[in-house]
């Protein structure tokens, strides 16, 4: 029985369809299909039903799925513990911030890739919300305030960030001195959001109005140097708008809390050895570091 034919088929029914997995795997859907087709004929037995939103498990394919799992992992482990020592193999998927990803986090990930030349590492850039889960990501790198959840989180790194506006705009609208002026200015946010500031060495918490969302700091940072509004940006995103007079800073007695850079994980025992060289090579890089610019 052939392991990746296993792993595929775990893909595919922790993913809901072929074209998911497909994605996840980096592979065509034709290849994900004939894995699927000689999985099925080895074992004599349907493990998914195809329809048209995808494929669903059959009740031999959700009793074959855990121990197809469990044995994927298990094979992982004995490919780490014969190979040299601290080598790593396998694939390794991470979601990284599109923000900010591309250019702090990427040559992380060379490195470790070129250290680690039997490891795939597939990294997916977005700065929307990812379900580390659903979709099927080994970890995450996130920047910010973290939301509560049953993820398993480590700090990896400092962040720290400013309210800032155009001038243009504080010219027409003011400068907001207090969390009770802030509320009645335009914010631009990533979505329905709080915003957390600092009273003394006390945290408060706003929650803004804005007409202006989007799900990426950069276009946040864009739409405020254009007179839209009021944002709370890291400072890597708004150094080059300061440094032209593009964007002030505003609230300056009432500054966003620190903030930090955080690897997180599905919850389980203990991470994946390649999720904690990860780790371990992040920290290295941002903790000892001045903040990201």
């Known amino acids: 029985m052939d392991i990746e034919d296993l792993r595929t088929f775990v893909e595919v029914a922790d993913a809901g369809g072929v074209t998911s997995a497909a994605l996840r795997?980096?592979?065509?859907?034709?290849?994900?299909?004939?894995r699927l087709i000689r999985l099925e004929a080895e074992l004599g037995t349907q493990l998914l039903a195809r329809t048209t939103r995808g494929a669903a498990l059959t009740e031999a394919g959700a009793t074959f799925r855990d121990y197809?799992?469990?044995v994927c992992a298990e094979i992982?482990?004995?490919?780490?513990?014969?190979l040299p020592a601290g080598e790593l193999c396998g694939r390794l998927r991470i979601a990284a911030p599109l923000s900010f990803?591309?250019?702090h986090f990427a040559p992380v990930l060379a490195d470790m890739a070129r250290r680690h030349p039997q490891l795939h590492i597939h990294t997916s850039y977005s700065d929307r919300f990812v379900d580390l889960v659903a979709e099927g990501f080994d970890c995450a790198i996130r920047v910010g305030t973290l939301q509560d959840s049953s993820l398993i989180a480590r700090r990896i790194g400092p962040l720290h960030g400013k309210f800032v506006a155009s001038?243009?705009?504080i010219r027409t609208h003011g400068s907001?001195?207090?969390p009770e002026e802030?509320?009645?200015?335009?914010a631009l946010m990533q979505g329905m959001e709080t915003w957390q500031l600092m009273d003394g060495d006390r945290i408060m918490t706003v929650n803004p109005r804005g007409r202006f969302k989007a799900d990426s700091g950069v276009a946040l940072a864009v739409a405020a140097a254009a007179g839209l509004g009021i944002a709370a940006l890291p400072d890597y995103l708004i150094q080059d708008y300061m440094a032209s007079g593009t964007l002030v800073p505003v609230m300056t007695r009432?500054?966003?809390p620190p903030a930090g850079i955080f690897i997180v994980r599905p919850p389980g025992q203990h991470p994946a050895r390649k999720v904690r060289v990860l780790t371990e090579m992040l920290i290295e890089c941002f903790e000892q570091a001045p903040d990201p610019a």
Do not use: F, N
Request: net charge neutral.
């Open 68 to 70: 197809a799992a469990r």
């Open 176 to 178: 907001p001195e207090t």
């Open 76 to 82: 992982d482990v004995a490919r780490e513990t014969i």
């Open 254 to 256: 009432h500054p966003p």
């Open 25 to 34: 795997l980096g592979i065509s859907k034709s290849m994900v299909s004939r």
């Open 182 to 186: 802030l509320v009645a200015h335009q």
């Open 167 to 169: 001038p243009d705009y």
């Open 101 to 103: 990803g591309p250019t």
